[in-house]
């Protein structure tokens, strides 16, 4: 693709037109998630769109986990969205592990991870840019950090959901040779990562998350990202481009 968003942007509509989603896997190209939403009529509002860090994964059928689903909210007690947010989305699936505000230890957390069959984070995280092997989630006593969650034994989870600043960003994903929080998920076994690329403000996430469970992405993180992305950017909120689907639609 050409190196500018905006021209990535107009051959990719071109090319693809009667598509109706896109895996795409960026290699090493630094303008791959901006080209999906530049331009009046984004990209990632035409087609639903999942990044794979490689193209294989796209073929991968093993079978998901049935664990209980487990949600942590607002482990550091200071993001009001992240605490009700957490409360709602517990409200939305069934028979979820609930891990608020103290309760979030990396402990309980590490303990909870395993087997789960879904995971929803609404929290801190906090991206290292020049190692990435130190990026992490913020838990009530501590961080979980990439050489941690590598560690746990997740196998499986259909959908994990890191609804806080950073926990997808572009560098780590589109760098061969570095990793990150949603990379470490996958290697555990999830199928899907719902994460971001830059600082969300805490209530857009909380709008977003709504719109997302509420439009089935529990199931199809794809669709739910983009009917979220509709949603937002339709009243406004310019947080709309900042959630991605990093593993399988």
């Known amino acids: 693709l050409p190196a500018g968003a905006r021209e990535a942007g107009a051959v990719l ?9 896109l895996y795409v896997v960026p290699g090493g190209y630094p303008h791959g998630f901006k080209a999906f939403t530049a331009d009046e009529a984004p990209a990632a509002l035409r ?10 994964m796209a073929a991968d059928r093993a079978a998901p986990t049935d664990g209980p689903p487990l949600v ?45 069959g879904h995971v929803h984070f609404a929290g801190h995280g ?30 499986g989870a259909p959908v994990v959901v890191l609804s806080g600043c950073e926990t997808g960003v572009d560098a780590v994903l589109l760098d061969d040779s570095a990793v990150g929080l ?21 209530g857009s996430a909380l709008r977003f998350m709504k719109a997302f469970y509420g439009a089935g992405g529990a199931e ?17 909120d310019p947080h709309w481009a900042a959630f991605r689907v990093i593993g399988l639609r």
Do not use: I
């Open 13 to 21: 509509k071109a090319r693809v037109a009667r598509a109706a989603h």
């Open 72 to 116: 942590v909210g607002d482990p550091n007690h200071d993001l009001r969205g992240a605490y009700v947010e957490a409360r709602w989305v517990a409200g939305q699936l069934a028979g979820p592990a609930v891990l608020m505000r103290a309760q979030a230890t990396v402990a309980r957390v590490r303990a909870a991870l395993k087997g789960a």
């Open 126 to 155: 906090v991206l290292a840019e020049r190692d990435p092997w130190a990026a992490h989630l913020q838990l009530a006593d501590g961080l979980l950090d990439v050489t941690d969650l590598l560690t746990v034994g997740l196998t």
């Open 182 to 202: 949603s990379e470490a998920f996958l290697a555990l076994g999830a199928r899907s990562v719902v994460a971001t690329d830059r600082p969300v403000a805490d």
């Open 220 to 236: 199809r993180p794809a669709r739910g990202v983009q009917a979220a992305a509709k949603a937002l950017r339709a009243a406004g």
């Open 47 to 56: 087609w639903t769109v999942a990044w794979l860090p490689y193209a294989g």
